[in-house]
């Protein structure tokens, strides 16, 4: 049986997502969550006239409800605490004590950092999950440069180092400039689940999300490949009042989806309509959690 090409391949996952939005709708539909998100932001009368809309008095109760139970879900920064497994402290030889206070500190000092911005991402996930359900994407991002002493030596007290075949260990091509960690909300409308899956992320075929990413950014990215034609796919609306989805106000920019496939193990990165991944990875961990206060 031949293997299948690119664009099948891609094409599958179209019909996977195009599924996966359906049942989606269909859920949403189901529970009014846009009708639920709506009242929240004060938009009880939402396709009336601005003449009608004007003559009515309304208190908003929905807001000052969900944000009265807000602080007690997130009121600040969490502190962590890294206990090991009792198995690993009963051994003698055990390190594990000195490890586990090793990551809590690491964790407490990733989590405090302005940067990562985690009560704001954190409590974005909070927020959607009380018309749908959160989800929180934790990461590595590291960049890399030229190394302009590539090729030579590394040195060591002053002499070459050497490897096991006793040859001298050179510098690499590129270096690490710089890497960390982020922390990002992904919202419930873009997230989507195989069809059928189960209640757990875990249990699940596969998950992902779209995001809309500017061009020369998916360009200008090296893990990138089949990026050289690539134009920005949505359009901008000519007047305010001219009818647009959200896909249309999203100048210059393009669909991207970020799957993974939990059967395959495999994560995949490719435009929406276009015939060939961006990227295909193998992974070892799910980079996910969500927030539900209902199964």
């Known amino acids: 049986m031949p293997k299948p090409t690119d664009k099948e391949r891609v094409g599958q996952w179209e019909k996977r997502l195009a599924a996966a939005t359906a049942e989606t709708q269909d859920w949403e539909n189901e529970f009014s969550c846009d009708m639920l998100e709506d009242f ?35 009121f600040a920064l969490p502190k962590y605490k890294v206990s090991p497994r009792i198995t690993r402290i009963d051994d003698p030889m055990s390190d594990s004590e000195a490890r586990a206070k090793l990551q ?21 996930a909070i927020l959607d999950a009380q018309f749908r359900f959160g989800v929180v994407q934790v990461g590595y991002t590291a960049d890399y440069g030229d190394n302009p002493n ?24 590129i270096n690490l400039t710089n890497e960390g960690l982020f922390y990002k909300w992904i919202s419930a409308k873009n997230w989507r689940v195989g069809v059928g899956s189960g209640n757990r992320t875990s249990t699940i075929d596969w998950c992902g999300y779209y995001d809309y990413l500017h061009v ?13 034609n690539l134009k920005g796919s949505a359009k901008l609306r000519a007047h305010k009042d001219e009818a647009a989805d959200g896909d249309e106000r999203k100048a210059g920019l393009m ?9 395959a193990r495999k994560r ?7 015939e060939k991944f961006f990227l295909e990875e193998s992974f070892s961990f799910l980079p996910f959690a969500a927030l539900k206060f209902d199964e």
């Open 216 to 228: 020369e950014d998916i360009q200008r990215n090296p893990r990138y490949k089949n990026t050289s």
């Open 150 to 173: 590539a090729g030579r030596p590394i040195l060591k007290d002053g002499e070459a180092m050497m490897d096991g075949d006793n040859e001298p260990v050179v510098e690499p091509k």
């Open 104 to 124: 809590e500190e690491t964790l407490n000092t990733f989590v405090g950092a302005p940067q990562l911005g985690f009560d704001v991402e954190a409590g974005l």
């Open 40 to 74: 929240y932001y004060g938009r009880q009368h939402k396709g009336e006239d601005g003449e009608w809309d004007q003559r009515k008095y309304v208190i908003n109760l929905f807001y000052p409800s969900i944000n009265i139970s807000k602080p007690s879900m997130l």
């Open 255 to 263: 669909k991207v989806w970020f799957i993974w496939d939990m059967r």
């Open 268 to 274: 995949y990165v490719f435009g929406a309509g276009l």
